[in-house]
């Protein structure tokens, strides 16, 4: 009897095989990418340079944790500039996605022997690695600008930048589940990103905050983004956070899950589309 229908096998190698496979072509795109680069960098150095610079002598922060002292502005906007970096990282991995779902490259990966949480993890993981260079590429610069956090810093916000990184790509892989067409995700891209960073703790603490507005910092004390920054900001001076480290991991964990369901052509929003057409 012929065993065709029979369930393949797949070894240890052929997971490892997989999973650079789909590194490699992200890293391939990064580096053909330059722009996307560069890109990536102008903006959190624009506000460092010129927004945290006139703001310096009108926002004064007292001390607050994990500062031990009052610090200057671009201190303080560091951490979520390097959120910003993975925000925007996030959506342009995510807009790759929906470019080959409109190619027929992400056809190709998912029929696949590979279960769809791994090849969306892989995916996932990769443009991690690319945001991570990024962030410490900033990280390096801002140190000429007199943002120096301790040496260990550079060292403890690594797993930071990781769960954050890993939340704000699941949340952009979730969102172009959602987008049918190309011309489309832009538009998405500035209705996410934008409200998110505003509306967070990147920009001013909560305390200040709440002396404006009560239902403005019931926003952003609810918003992800901001319990990424304040993950990478106790991060960058070797503390934990853990009201931010558990809100991290549990939105990471939603949205993973709703990206896997939703790219599932027989339960996510494809079906709903192939049974209305």
Same mark, same amino acid.
């Given at each position: 009897? /012929?065993?065709?229908?029979?369930?393949?096998?797949?070894?240890?190698?052929?997971?490892?095989?997989?999973?650079?496979?789909?590194?490699?072509?992200?890293?391939?795109?990064?580096?053909?990418?330059?722009g996307?680069?560069?890109?990536?960098?102008?903006? %959190?150095?624009?506000?460092?340079f010129?927004?945290?610079?006139?703001?310096?002598?009108?926002?004064?922060?007292?001390?607050?944790? %994990?500062?031990?002292?009052?610090?200057?502005?671009?201190?303080?906007?560091?951490?979520?500039?390097?959120?910003?970096?993975? =925000?925007?990282?996030?959506?342009?991995?995510?807009?790759?996605?929906?470019?080959?779902?409109?190619?027929?490259?992400? !056809?190709?990966? =998912?029929?696949?022997?590979f279960?769809?949480?791994?090849?969306?993890?892989?995916?996932?993981?990769?443009?991690?690695?690319?945001?991570?260079?990024?962030?410490?590429?900033f990280?390096?610069?801002?140190?000429?600008?007199?943002?120096?956090?301790?040496?260990?810093?550079?060292?403890?916000?690594? %797993?930071?930048?990781?769960?954050?990184?890993?939340?704000?790509?699941a949340?952009?892989?979730?969102? /172009?589940?959602a987008? !049918?067409?190309?011309?489309?995700?832009?538009?998405?891209m500035?209705?996410?990103?934008?409200?998110?960073?505003? @509306?967070? +703790? @990147?920009?001013?603490?909560?305390? !200040?905050?709440?002396e +404006?507005?009560?239902?403005?910092?019931?926003?952003c004390?609810?918003?992800?983004?901001?319990?990424?920054?304040?993950?990478?900001r106790?991060? =960058?001076?070797?503390?934990?956070?853990?009201? /931010?480290?558990? @809100?991290?991991?549990?939105?990471?964990i939603?949205?993973?899950?709703?990206?896997?369901?939703?790219?599932?052509?027989?339960?996510?929003?494809?079906a709903?589309?192939k049974?209305?057409?």
């Amino acid at each position: 009897m /012929s065993d065709r229908h029979s369930p393949q096998i797949l070894t240890p190698r052929m997971w490892l095989t997989a999973f650079m496979g789909i590194t490699r072509r992200e890293a391939l795109r990064f580096v053909n990418q330059r722009g996307r680069f560069l890109a990536a960098l102008v903006r %959190p150095l624009v506000w460092l340079f010129i927004f945290a610079a006139g703001f310096r002598a009108v926002l004064g922060l007292s001390i607050t944790p %994990p500062y031990q002292t009052y610090v200057l502005y671009e201190v303080y906007v560091t951490p979520g500039l390097c959120a910003m970096i993975q =925000l925007f990282n996030g959506m342009q991995s995510s807009l790759s996605m929906v470019y080959d779902r409109e190619t027929g490259a992400m !056809r190709t990966l =998912l029929v696949s022997p590979f279960p769809r949480w791994f090849l969306l993890g892989s995916k996932l993981v990769a443009g991690v690695i690319v945001s991570i260079i990024q962030v410490y590429v900033f990280l390096a610069i801002a140190w000429f600008w007199g943002v120096d956090p301790p040496l260990f810093g550079y060292i403890t916000v690594l %797993p930071a930048l990781v769960l954050s990184g890993l939340m704000l790509g699941a949340m952009g892989l979730f969102l /172009s589940s959602a987008i !049918r067409q190309l011309e489309n995700f832009a538009g998405v891209m500035n209705f996410v990103i934008f409200p998110m960073f505003f @509306a967070s +703790s @990147a920009l001013y603490p909560l305390w !200040r905050m709440a002396e +404006s507005s009560t239902l403005l910092h019931d926003i952003c004390a609810a918003n992800p983004f901001t319990h990424a920054v304040e993950l990478i900001r106790f991060a =960058l001076y070797g503390q934990i956070n853990p009201l /931010s480290l558990a @809100a991290v991991t549990g939105c990471l964990i939603l949205f993973f899950a709703g990206a896997v369901f939703m790219y599932d052509p027989s339960k996510g929003l494809w079906a709903r589309r192939k049974g209305g057409a």
